[in-house]
């Protein structure tokens, strides 16, 4: 039963990305300069974020992380999806964390 219980812990557990990183968070259907705008603004209102630079061409946008600040996956993926749009992955360091929200 305990293992039962850690394993259903583990599945809902929340990646949570570390101060000071830089994460690069790859977006479905941003294509013009006002869905830009509309990403940027919604990850600005996190406290977390220090910058974002998006990239329309890419189809990304990179957000890099204050010191001494954390952020939660689901506030990476709510700050797209309230943005209008839907995350395909989130990568840092070169590493796949996440893909496909829902």
Do not use: H, W, Y
Not at 4 to 9: C, F, G, K, P, Y
Not at 14 to 38: E, H, N
Not at 90 to 98: H, I, Y
Request: with cysteine; aromatic share 4%.
């Amino acid at each position: 039963m305990k293992k039962l219980i850690i394993a259903s812990m583990l599945m809902f557990a929340t990646m949570v990305f570390a101060d000071g990183k830089i994460l690069t968070v790859k977006i479905d259907g941003m294509t013009c300069p006002s869905c830009a705008a509309s990403v940027e603004s919604q990850f600005e209102k996190l406290d977390a974020v220090d910058s974002v630079d998006i990239s329309l061409r890419k189809g990304t946008a990179v957000v890099t992380l204050k010191e001494g600040k954390n952020l939660k996956e689901d506030d990476v993926m709510n700050a797209v999806k309230d943005a209008g749009f839907k995350v395909i992955e989130v990568r840092t360091a070169g590493a796949e964390l996440a893909s496909e929200s829902n």
